[in-house]
């Protein structure tokens, strides 16, 4: 009967809901399926005034029954807290059942700065359904002013939650402005899950740079996102970019910005920076008034340099490809993300000076040489040449790359000398990184015979050369013979690897081996603390403590193959970081740092016969009442989190007993846990007056930072198999 008679009278005012304008008194928070008591007592509502001046509700109906002042106790019958009818600018009504009365005050954190209502009937709209039901408020003209159809989907279905609005100002019956809220309700307290009115936030990862490796020549676009957390559109917010360098602060750009709510907006700028050198860009909102001020700035760091590099230098070639006079030669290389430009960079070697022209692209190389009609007969017509005609002396020599252009003035040098290697012996001088220095520990001579022109080099490890009667191998020098190596490297890599680790708990690791050829390679994996081995290895029957516990055979090739290693932190190793890897083939690494914890002691729950306990949380100003009600065998212990330290002490229950604590100003909870299990979790609020305004201040934190810090917390006493049943 009930369901047939809120489809009449949903239907029945559909035509007003159509056409309801904009109302300031919105229906904010429900407590349809309430777990705290029975549903005919511990069902209410909760209504909002988004407006800054005072409603009069007199007359006011829900779902067609009218509200009447205060609230009926159910004890006793009598009406209390009638404080009238008008709901102050921005304040809350609590809407409870009339006739024999509610218990919502007893069970639930009420502001007692609230608004007090009940309904003339026994009970809200008819009793709120826990499957879905329609709530809908009129004025004293009958004009629908709110409507909310609402579904168990949305949550709050009976596990002590109420439904709470995201945004007051949004969609009434937008299943995405509605969430189950955080806590155990919020009546006449801003709802756990609404924004801050005013929440304007920008991290480090909303600011982006192009190039991402700029250099003063280039300069640099800094775009920045700016997030409007809040439910208040934002008009003329003034955003400020500045450049943090030596301490030194220097205003980049500032601009005035409207950001609609909820949503983001964008700015994008050119910096013509011309210093190289480390900066750190600043993005900062100014006068401008937030809620919430730990995200109002942010920084992200940004280097300026020239990436164009001497690379290579072929300065004594073997006599079997032929004479200094014909192929000595040298290379450069583009290590940047861009094309560089080679007007206004100069060559000098042997006292010479080489004007540059053209563009280089992004990780290409240039080789200058003696003679392009030799060269081209022992190298790869793909090679990209100029000419130079400088000599290399055989005794060591300096060749500079020199920036000079519109007072911008760099210089890159490189001497050599014969003792850094490749003194006529086939081989070139190769930079090992090119975006380090040239001292002589940065290079060396090349493993490919004849070097790698227009090719990448490395040193230390077999490479594509760029020999024009080798197309399909390199050559790789050992002491006594030149050997043709497949030129594609082998590809290793770890797949997964943990976050972290137990000690003593086991862990996996899987390894991705491919060749270019078929072969059989050795795989095993270990941790250590950088000489110390300081795991165990699982070789698929047994644990042991040694480097190669977990050595596998792997036959390997073109198609990528999938290994799995299992190891564990030997008992008794002191948490903090250590080295993990994978060896292969007994002279390749792959090694990633990893986190080690301490062992897990899981507790044991006690086996013992006990009532459940019944917690009522009450708060007055700045204080806050809990009585624990009931009998017990065992101790319950309860843990106080605040602003300040934790405190906690243990109760013996037996009977009644009232715990009184002072308020910190933000947020305070009180946990009680018994025979392993959380039992109950109160919240309280307590703001500040201030001394200027004497409004209350804001909050420190929110409620989902202190749950954040109350789980962690959990998390290092092992209490995380607890805190996941809650």
């Given at each position: 009967?009930?369901?047939?008679?809120?489809?009449?009278?949903?239907?029945?005012?559909?035509?007003?809901?159509?056409?309801?304008?904009?109302?300031?008194?919105?229906?904010?928070?429900?407590?349809?399926?309430?777990?705290?008591?029975?549903?005919?007592?511990?069902?209410?509502?909760?209504?909002?005034?988004?407006?800054?001046?005072?409603?009069?509700?007199?007359?006011?109906?829900?779902?067609?029954?009218?509200?009447?002042?205060?609230?009926?106790?159910?004890?006793?019958?009598?009406?209390?807290?009638?404080t009238g009818m008008n709901i102050s600018g921005k304040g809350f009504a609590i809407i409870t059942d009339g006739g024999t009365g509610t218990n919502v005050y007893e069970k639930f954190n009420v502001n007692s700065s609230s608004l007090a209502l009940?309904?003339?009937?026994?009970?809200?709209?008819?009793?709120?359904?826990?499957?879905?039901?329609?709530?809908?408020?009129?004025?004293?003209?009958?004009?629908?002013?709110?409507?909310?159809?609402?579904?168990?989907?949305?949550?709050?279905?009976?596990?002590?939650?109420?439904?709470?609005?995201?945004?007051?100002?949004?969609?009434?019956?937008?299943?995405?402005?509605?969430?189950?809220?955080?806590?155990?309700?919020?009546?006449?307290?801003?709802?756990?899950?609404?924004?801050?009115?005013?929440?304007?936030?920008?991290?480090?990862?909303?600011?982006?740079?192009?190039?991402?490796?700029?250099?003063?020549?280039?300069?640099?676009?800094?775009?920045?996102?700016?997030?409007?957390?809040?439910?208040?559109?934002?008009?003329?917010?003034?955003?400020?970019?500045?450049?943090?360098?030596?301490s030194a602060l220097t205003l980049i750009h500032s601009q005035l910005l409207n950001i609609t709510k909820r949503d983001s907006s964008s700015i994008t700028i050119k910096w013509n920076n011309t210093v190289?050198?480390?900066?750190?860009?600043?993005?900062?909102?100014?006068?401008?008034?937030?809620?919430?001020?730990?995200?109002?700035?942010?920084?992200?760091?940004?280097?300026?340099?020239?990436?164009?590099?001497?690379?290579?230098?072929?300065?004594?070639?073997?006599?079997?490809?032929?004479?200094?006079?014909?192929?000595?030669?040298?290379?450069?290389?583009?290590?940047?993300t861009y094309t560089e430009n080679l007007t206004g960079w100069i060559l000098q070697c042997d006292s010479s000076s080489k004007l540059l022209s053209g563009n280089l692209s992004s990780n290409s190389y240039l080789v200058f040489v003696k003679d392009r009609t030799q060269f081209y007969t022992y190298y790869s017509s793909s090679i990209i040449t100029d000419s130079e005609s400088c000599s290399l002396n055989n005794d060591g020599d300096t060749i500079k790359l020199i920036f000079n252009d519109s007072g911008i003035y760099h210089e890159e040098t490189v001497s050599y000398s014969p003792n850094w290697g490749a003194d006529g012996t086939g081989y070139s001088l190769e930079k090992k990184i090119p975006t380090t220095d040239n001292n002589s520990?940065?290079?060396?001579?090349?493993?490919?015979?004849?070097g790698t022109p227009g090719a990448r080099n490395n040193p230390d490890n077999r490479i594509k050369g760029s020999l024009r009667n080798q197309t399909t191998s390199v050559i790789y020098r050992t002491n006594t013979e030149i050997v043709y190596i497949p030129k594609e490297d082998p590809d290793y890599k770890i797949v997964?690897?943990?976050?972290?680790?137990?000690?003593?708990?086991?862990?996996?690791?899987?390894?991705?081996?491919?060749?270019?050829?078929?072969?059989?390679?050795?795989?095993?994996?270990?941790?250590?603390?950088?000489?110390?081995?300081?795991?165990?290895?699982?070789?698929?029957?047994?644990?042991?403590?040694?480097?190669?516990?977990?050595?596998?055979?792997?036959?390997?090739?073109?198609t990528a193959v999938y290994a799995e290693f299992e190891n564990k932190i030997e008992p008794g190793t002191p948490p903090g970081k250590y080295q993990f890897k994978v060896r292969i083939k007994d002279k390749t690494d792959l090694t990633r740092t990893i986190d080690v914890l301490p062992e897990r002691k899981e507790l044991q729950p006690v086996k013992a016969n006990y009532s459940k306990i019944i917690v009522h949380c009450e708060q007055s100003d700045n204080q806050a009442k809990i009585t624990v009600n009931?009998?017990?065998?065992?101790?319950?212990?309860?843990?106080?989190?605040?602003?300040?330290?934790?405190?906690?002490?243990?109760?013996?229950?037996?009977?009644?007993?009232?715990?009184?604590?002072?308020?910190?100003?933000?947020?305070?909870?009180?946990?009680?846990?018994?025979?392993?299990?959380?039992?109950?979790?109160?919240?309280?609020?307590?703001?500040?007056?201030?001394?200027?305004?004497?409004?209350?201040?804001?909050?420190l934190s929110t409620t989902n930072k202190i749950f954040i810090f109350i789980k962690s917390w959990l998390e290092k006493l092992s209490f995380l198999n607890i805190f996941r049943n809650i």
């Open positions: 009967m009930k369901i047939i008679l809120t489809i009449l009278i949903f239907y029945s005012s559909i035509n007003f809901f159509l056409s309801i304008g904009y109302s300031a008194i919105v229906i904010n928070e429900i407590m349809y399926d309430p777990d705290q008591c029975s549903d005919s007592f511990c069902e209410w509502i909760e209504l909002y005034n988004t407006e800054d001046t005072p409603v009069s509700l007199t007359g006011y109906t829900l779902c067609g029954n009218e509200l009447l002042a205060g609230y009926v106790n159910s004890s006793d019958g009598k009406i209390y807290a009638n009940h309904t003339n009937t026994s009970s809200i709209c008819g009793g709120l359904s826990n499957t879905g039901d329609t709530v809908y408020l009129a004025d004293s003209s009958g004009t629908l002013v709110d409507q909310v159809t609402y579904s168990n989907s949305w949550g709050a279905n009976g596990n002590n939650k109420t439904l709470e609005r995201i945004d007051p100002t949004g969609n009434s019956n937008s299943s995405i402005n509605w969430k189950e809220g955080d806590v155990n309700g919020t009546p006449g307290f801003k709802n756990s899950v609404t924004p801050n009115e005013h929440d304007l936030a920008v991290y480090s990862s909303n600011i982006t740079f192009s190039p991402p490796d700029p250099s003063p020549r280039t300069g640099v676009n800094i775009s920045v996102s700016i997030q409007n957390k809040g439910i208040s559109n934002e008009t003329n917010v003034n955003i400020s970019i500045y450049n943090i360098s030596d190289k050198g480390n900066s750190t860009i600043l993005v900062r909102f100014e006068n401008f008034t937030d809620d919430n001020i730990t995200d109002n700035n942010a920084t992200k760091n940004i280097t300026f340099d020239f990436h164009l590099v001497i690379n290579e230098i072929m300065y004594n070639p073997p006599e079997e490809i032929g004479s200094d006079a014909d192929f000595e030669w040298l290379e450069i290389y583009n290590n940047a520990t940065n290079w060396a001579e090349s493993k490919a015979y004849a997964s690897f943990p976050e972290f680790v137990y000690v003593n708990e086991p862990f996996k690791t899987t390894v991705s081996l491919r060749s270019s050829r078929e072969e059989i390679v050795t795989v095993y994996s270990y941790v250590y603390d950088g000489k110390n081995i300081v795991s165990q290895g699982f070789d698929g029957s047994n644990w042991k403590s040694t480097w190669t516990a977990n050595k596998k055979d792997i036959k390997i090739g073109p009931g009998s017990t065998q065992e101790s319950t212990l309860l843990l106080h989190f605040s602003k300040g330290p934790i405190k906690n002490e243990t109760l013996n229950v037996n009977g009644s007993l009232t715990y009184t604590i002072n308020l910190e100003e933000g947020y305070n909870s009180v946990i009680f846990i018994q025979n392993n299990r959380i039992l109950d979790l109160c919240i309280f609020l307590y703001q500040k007056p201030s001394l200027v305004t004497g409004r209350v201040t804001q909050p």
